[in-house]
C-alpha cells in the first residue's frame, strides 16, 4: 500500500480486494484439491474375505471343545452354559492369538499377552478383552459366525 | 600424456568440459562451479571440516547409500508386480531364476538397514558436535524429517515380499497407527486402502516405496545440501570442541 | 548480540601471547587463514569417491555372504511366533510389550521426535556450559524430583529395561555432587552438559531396548537368551 494514499478505515482498495481475491481463489482451489485427493485415496469397494462362516450343526461341537478358525480369525467355545465365538484377532495390536492347551488359555504369539475362555485379559499388554462375535442358526440348522457383528461379553448363545 | 591431451584438447571436449585438465588452481576451481554434479561443493573447504573426526563423513554415507538403493531398486522393479501372490513368487524368481537376483536383493536389503543406521549416527554427530546451533537450526529440523522419511521408505519397502516376516511386521505396525487417538482409524484404512493388509495395501506401499517416498526424499536431500553450504558449510563441531579450547585463542 | 572477530595465529613470534573473548551463545565462526584451506577439487573429491569405493565393495562382500531372509509365503490366518517388526522398530515393540498402544505406540514416539525437533529452537545447550560449571544444586534436585516418580513408575510396570539406565545415567550425572568422587572422574563428568546428558539416556535406552528385542525374545514374546536358544 502506498503511502499518502486516501485510504480510510473500513475502505477496501481495488489492489486489496483483487488481492484478496486472488488468494482465496488459490486457498479454495487448494482445499478442493485436497478434499477430491482425499475421497479418491478411500476405496470404495473393498474385495476383502467374507466375514461370515458356517461352523456346522450344534451338536458335532463336542461340550468343552475349543474349535479354531484362523481362517476367519475366531474360536468358536462349547462350555456347560452354551455356546460362545470369540474373535481370535488380538485387542493389542492386532496378531492371530492361538489356543494353549497346556494351560487352557488363548495366547498371543507377538507381545505375550493372554486370555482366559471368556476373553478376559489374564496378563500382559492387551488393553481389553477379546471382542465376542454375533452367533445364529441357519435354516439347515448350522451354527454361522459373523466375525463383523460384535456383542456384549458374556453373551452365550444356546442352540 | 599425450593421450590425455588428445582427448582434452579438441572442440568436443571444450564444449562439454570448459576448462582444461591441468593442475591449475584456476582449472580446479572451475571443476567444482562448471559441474552440476559437483557444484554443491564450495571450491574450497576448510581443512578442519576434511578430517575423520569431524563428520566421520556420516552424511556422505547416507547419501551413497541412497545412491545405491536408488540403483538396486530400479533394477528389482524390473522383476517385480505389485499383486498377491504375484509379489512372492517374483522373490522366488529373483532368488532361482534371474541372473544375480539374489546378489542386487541382498544389496538393495543390507544398503536399506545400513542406511538407517548411518543416517541415525549422523544425527546423533551432529547433535553431540553441537552442530545444530544457530544458523542451522532449520537444517536440523530438515534433518529429522530426513531419517522419518529413511524409516518409512525402509518400513514401506519392508512389506514387498510378501513373506510372513514382511505381513506380520506391517500388520503390528499399521495397527500401532490405529491407536493414534481421533484419526488413527481413518489413517489406517487410507494407508492400507481397506480393513486387512491386502492386495490394495501392497500397492499403495509399492507406490509410496518406489515413487512417493524417494520424491519427497530427494527433495529433502537438496534443501538439507543447499542449506549446509548457505550456512557455512559443515559444521564438524563448530571450530570450539572442548579439546581445541585451549588451543584456539 | 555483539558480534567478535576472531583471528587466528599460530605463529607465537608474531603474536607472543594470544587472547579472545568470546561471548558463548555468539554463533562461533572461525575466520580461518588462507593455509587452512583446501582445494575441493582434488582434496575432497577424492576422498568422496574413496568413499563410494569402500561403501559398494563392503556392502557387495556383505550381500555375497549374507543372503536377506525371506519366509514362506504371507498367511493371514498364521501369526508365526514370535512375530517381530523390522529391528528399528523392535525398541517400540518391546515397549509395547509393557504400556498399552496409545502410550507405547504414539504418545512416547511422538514426544522423541517432538523433542528432538525443538532442540535448537529452545536454544537448548546453546552455550554447551557443563552441568556442574553453573548453578547445580538446585537443577540437580529438580533432576532428581522428576527421576524418582519415573523410577517409581517404571518398577509399577516392571520394566527393569529401561529403568537401570535410568538409574546408571542419573547416578553418573550425580556423581561430582558426591564429596568423596576421584578428581579425574568429576573433572571429566562435570564438564557434560545437561543436554548431552538427556541424549545419552535417549540413545542407551532405545538402544538396550532394541539390543533385547533383537536378541532377548523369543516365542510369545518371552525372555531367551541367546547363546542358548538362538536368534528368533
Known amino acids: 500500500m502506498k503511502e499518502g494514499e486516501d485510504r480510510r478505515e473500513g475502505t477496501v482498495t481495488r489492489r486489496g480486494f483483487c488481492q484478496a481475491a486472488g488468494l482465496s481463489a488459490c486457498a479454495l482451489a487448494t482445499g478442493g484439491a485436497a478434499a477430491v485427493s482425499a475421497d479418491f485415496l478411500r476405496p470404495r469397494v473393498l474385495f476383502e474375505p467374507a466375514t461370515t462362516f458356517t461352523v456346522g450343526p450344534p451338536d458335532a461341537i463336542g461340550p468343552g471343545a475349543v474349535l479354531d478358525f484362523p481362517a476367519y480369525r475366531a474360536f468358536v467355545i462349547r462350555l456347560p452354559d452354551g455356546f460362545r465365538a470369540l474373535s481370535s484377532v488380538c485387542t493389542h495390536l492386532g496378531c492371530i492369538t492361538r489356543r494353549d492347551p497346556d494351560v487352557n488359555l488363548i495366547a498371543c504369539p507377538c507381545h505375550g499377552s493372554r486370555f482366559t475362555l471368556d476373553g478376559d485379559v489374564q496378563s500382559g499388554p492387551a488393553p481389553g478383552p477379546l471382542r465376542w462375535l454375533q452367533m445364529a442358526l441357519s435354516e439347515k440348522g448350522e451354527i454361522i459366525v459373523d466375525t463383523a457383528a460384535e456383542v456384549p461379553q458374556g453373551t452365550v448363545f444356546k442352540f | ?249 | 548480540m555483539s558480534q567478535f572477530r576472531l583471528e587466528k595465529n599460530n605463529d607465537a613470534r608474531a603474536v607472543p601471547r594470544r587472547i579472545a573473548l568470546i561471548r558463548r551463545e555468539a554463533p562461533a565462526r572461525l575466520l580461518e587463514g588462507r593455509e587452512e584451506v583446501r582445494m575441493a577439487a582434488p582434496h575432497l573429491l577424492v576422498r568422496e569417491v574413496i568413499l563410494i569405493q569402500i561403501c559398494v565393495v563392503v556392502l557387495a562382500v556383505a550381500s555375497l555372504l549374507f543372503d536377506a531372509p525371506l519366509e514362506g509365503i504371507a498367511d493371514p490366518s498364521n501369526t508365526p511366533n514370535p512375530a517381530k517388526a523390522p529391528w528399528y522398530f523392535l525398541g517400540l515393540q518391546e515397549l509395547l510389550h509393557y504400556f498399552p498402544p496409545i502410550v507405547a505406540g504414539v504418545l512416547l514416539p511422538a514426544l522423541a521426535i517432538i523433542g528432538v525437533v525443538v532442540i535448537p529452537y529452545f536454544r537448548i545447550n546453546v552455550e554447551a556450559v557443563g552441568f556442574y560449571e553453573r548453578p547445580w544444586r538446585r537443577s540437580l534436585a529438580i533432576l532428581g524430583a522428576v527421576t524418582a516418580p519415573v523410577s517409581v513408575l517404571l518398577v509399577a510396570y516392571r520394566v527393569w529395561a529401561v529403568l537401570v539406565p535410568t538409574l546408571l545415567i542419573f547416578s553418573l550425572l550425580a556423581l561430582p555432587a558426591v564429596p568423596r568422587c576421584p578428581g579425574a572422574w568429576r573433572r571429566r563428568l562435570s564438564r557434560v552438559p545437561l543436554s548431552d546428558w538427556i541424549m545419552t539416556w535417549f540413545v542407551a535406552v532405545a538402544s538396550i531396548l532394541t539390543l533385547i528385542g533383537i536378541f532377548f525374545r523369543g516365542p510369545g514374546w518371552t525372555w531367551t537368551w541367546p547363546w542358548r536358544d538362538g536368534i528368533f
Not at chain 2, 515380499?161 to 511386521?169: E, R, T
Not at chain 2, 493414534?180 to 495395501?201: D, H, K, Q, S, T
Request: charged share 15%.
Open chain 2, 1 to 249: 600424456m599425450d593421450v590425455l591431451r588428445a582427448l582434452t584438447e579438441n572442440r568436443l571436449w571444450r564444449s562439454v568440459v570448459r576448462h582444461g585438465v591441468r593442475g591449475t588452481n584456476r582449472n580446479r576451481v572451475m571443476l567444482v562451479m562448471e559441474n552440476i554434479f559437483l557444484h554443491l561443493h564450495s571450491a574450497k573447504v576448510r581443512r578442519r571440516s576434511l578430517e575423520i573426526s569431524s563428520t566421520y563423513y556420516l552424511g556422505g554415507i547416507s547419501l551413497t547409500l541412497f545412491a545405491i538403493l536408488t540403483i538396486t531398486g530400479l533394477m528389482l522393479m524390473l522383476y517385480y508386480h505389485p499383486s498377491v501372490p504375484q509379489a512372492y513368487d517374483d522373490m522366488k524368481e529373483l532368488q532361482f531364476v534371474v541372473s544375480n537376483g539374489v546378489f542386487l536383493r541382498n544389496m538393495h536389503r543390507w544398503a536399506a538397514h545400513a542406511m538407517v543406521l548411518a543416517v541415525f549416527f549422523h544425527m546423533l554427530r551432529v547433535f553431540y558436535h553441537k552442530a545444530y546451533r544457530p544458523p542451522r537450526e532449520f537444517n536440523w529440523v530438515v534433518g529429522v524429517v530426513l531419517l522419518l522419511l529413511t524409516l518409512l521408505l525402509s518400513y514401506t519397502g519392508y512389506l514387498l515380499p510378501w513373506d510372513q516376516l514382511a505381513f506380520w511386521g506391517v500388520s503390528v505396525g499399521t495397527n500401532m497407527v490405529k491407536a493414534m487417538p481421533v484419526l488413527g482409524p481413518a489413517f489406517r484404512f487410507l494407508l492400507l486402502g481397506g480393513n486387512i493388509v491386502g492386495e490394495n495395501a501392497l500397492l499403495r506401499f509399492y507406490v509410496l516405496h518406489c515413487v512417493f517416498l524417494p520424491l519427497a526424499l530427494v527433495l529433502g536431500v537438496a534443501v538439507h545440501l543447499w542449506r549446509v553450504r548457505k550456512d557455512g558449510g559443515i559444521a564438524g563441531s563448530s571450530g570450539l570442541r572442548r579439546a581445541d579450547a585451549g588451543k584456539i585463542p
